[in-house]
T-cell receptor
Framework: DGGITQSPKYLFRKEGQNVTLSCEQN?????MYWYRQDPGQGLRLIYY???????QKGDIAEGYSVSREKKESFPLTVTSAQKNPTAFYLC??????????????FGPGTRLTVL | DQQVKQNSPSLSVQEGRISILNCDYT??????FLWYKKYPAEGPTFLIS?????DKNEDGRFTVFLNKSAKHLSLHIVPSQPGDSAVYFC???????????FGTGTSLTVIP
């Protein structure tokens, strides 16, 4: 089955530790995205990548880093510089269609809790 | 600055009636709009989209209306069903960054 997988579903880390969230897709999509969702807020864009070996900062990139070495994979590292890392993290991918961006397909999300 | 806004955080509707979810945007460069449905602890799933060259798109019980002059779109669900209870996000695409911008969501409860 084609889709997006994120692992793990729940993640706990101590304050001051870096942590990497995995995102893999087998949809052959060029573009991939990382969002953060907090209670009462919409999805806020952290980073996105339109093509392998290229990525762009979103609205809230501070304290995060990404890499896009393979088309299928777009891992997100939450660094110790991120002041409030506890949140629900969503990865998505999309394909560009004629006349529009095409829908985004989302993974199931990772709930990160920093203790 | 929030470029896509959903001013109603919640909405309750009786089963069988119409649900109307609203969304406003500020950037006239947006040229594609989407609605997503989200259950707790899951990723959003795509519902329906509309290009800025259209003013209506229909898919089964779901219809999206776009009013470009008012920078407003709405999602109509008719008839509403209890399984429609979820958080609905509108999203816009375009602008200088070619990225998606999401609203804050509206939690819909359909009462049996």
């Amino acid at each position: 089955d084609g889709g997006i997988t994120q692992s793990p579903k729940y993640l706990f880390r101590k304050e001051g530790q870096n942590v990497t969230l995995s995102c893999e897709q087998n949809l052959n999509h060029d573009a991939m995205y990382w969002y953060r969702q907090d209670p009462g807020q919409g999805l806020r864009l952290i980073y996105y990548s339109q093509i392998v070996n290229d990525f762009q900062k979103g609205d809230i990139a501070e304290g995060y880093s990404v890499s896009r070495e393979k088309k299928e994979s777009f891992p997100l590292t939450v660094t110790s510089a991120q002041k409030n890392p506890t949140a629900f993290y969503l990865c998505a991918s999309s394909i560009r269609l004629a006349g529009g961006p095409g829908e985004q397909f989302f993974g199931p999300g990772t709930r990160l809790t920093v203790l | 600055d929030q470029q896509v806004k959903q001013n109603s955080p919640s909405l309750s509707v009786q089963e069988g009636r119409i649900s109307i979810l609203n969304c406003d945007y500020t950037n006239s460069m947006f040229d594609y709009f989407l609605w997503y449905k989200k259950y707790p602890a899951e990723g959003p799933t795509f519902l329906i989209s509309i290009s800025s060259i259209k003013d209506k798109n229909e898919d089964g019980r779901f219809t999206v209306f776009l009013n470009k002059s008012a920078k407003h779109l709405s999602l109509h669900i008719v008839p509403s069903q209890p399984g429609d209870s979820a958080v609905y996000f509108c999203a816009a695409w375009g602008g200088t960054g070619n990225q998606f911008y999401f609203g804050t969501g509206t939690s819909l409860t359909v009462i049996p």
